[in-house]
C-alpha cells in the first residue's frame, strides 16, 4: 500500500518532488477560493484507532464516529492527497445525499470521478482551475449558509457543524 511519510503541510508537498509543484498549485487554488477552510495536516488515525489511516492536507474539519470507536474523528472538509500514481480531491460535503463534487463533474476538466465524488487527476493541470475555483467559492458559501451536510461515508446519523 502506498503511504507518505510526513508529519507536517511542508514535508507532504516535499514527499514527491514530480508532484511537488502541482499539489500547490491545487493548494493555492483551495486556500485562495475558499479561505475560510483553513489549512492544517491530516495525519490520519494512528494504527490500532478506528477511522482513516492515510494522511493528507486537509482545509477546514469536521468530526465523524465509527461504531467501533466512542471517540470522535477528526476529518478535512477539502482534502489534497498522494496516491501511487495520481493525486486525489475529496470533499466531505454532500447536498441532498449526494457527493457536492458531482455536480461540476462535466466543468472541471480532464479530471476523473469516483462515485463517491472523489477526483483524481495527475497533473494540476488536468483541471479547469477556473471551474475548480468555483466550485470552491460555492463550496464556501453553501457551507457557510449551512445548505450541505458535511460527513465521511453515508448519512445514516446527524453530523456536527463543521468548522474553519
Known amino acids: 500500500m502506498f503511504k507518505v511519510k510526513a508529519s507536517t503541510i511542508d514535508e507532504y508537498f516535499a514527499f514527491d518532488s514530480r ?3 502541482d499539489l500547490r498549485s491545487i493548494d493555492r487554488i483551495i486556500r485562495g477560493s475558499a479561505p475560510s477552510l483553513k489549512r492544517w495536516f491530516a495525519s490520519g488515525t494512528p494504527d490500532g484507532q478506528a477511522g482513516m489511516k492515510m ?3 486537509g482545509y477546514g ?3 465523524y464516529l465509527v461504531q467501533s470507536s466512542p471517540q470522535p474523528i477528526k476529518w478535512p472538509i477539502v482534502g489534497l492527497a498522494l496516491q ?3 493525486m486525489s480531491f475529496y470533499c466531505a460535503a454532500k447536498r441532498d445525499g449526494a457527493p457536492f463534487t458531482l455536480e461540476y463533474e462535466n466543468r472541471l476538466g480532464s479530471v476523473s470521478f469516483s462515485k463517491t465524488g472523489v477526483i ?3 497533473a494540476a493541470d488536468d483541471f479547469d482551475l477556473a471551474a475548480l475555483s468555483e466550485m470552491l467559492q460555492a463550496l464556501e458559501a453553501y457551507l457557510e449558509r449551512g445548505a ?3 460527513a465521511y461515508g453515508r448519512l445514516s446519523r446527524p453530523r456536527p457543524k463543521h468548522r474553519g
Open 55 to 57: 494522511s493528507m492536507i
Open 61 to 63: 474539519q469536521f468530526t
Open 148 to 150: 450541505l451536510v458535511v
Open 19 to 21: 508532484r511537488e509543484n
Open 120 to 122: 483524481n487527476f495527475e
Open 84 to 86: 501511487k500514481n495520481y
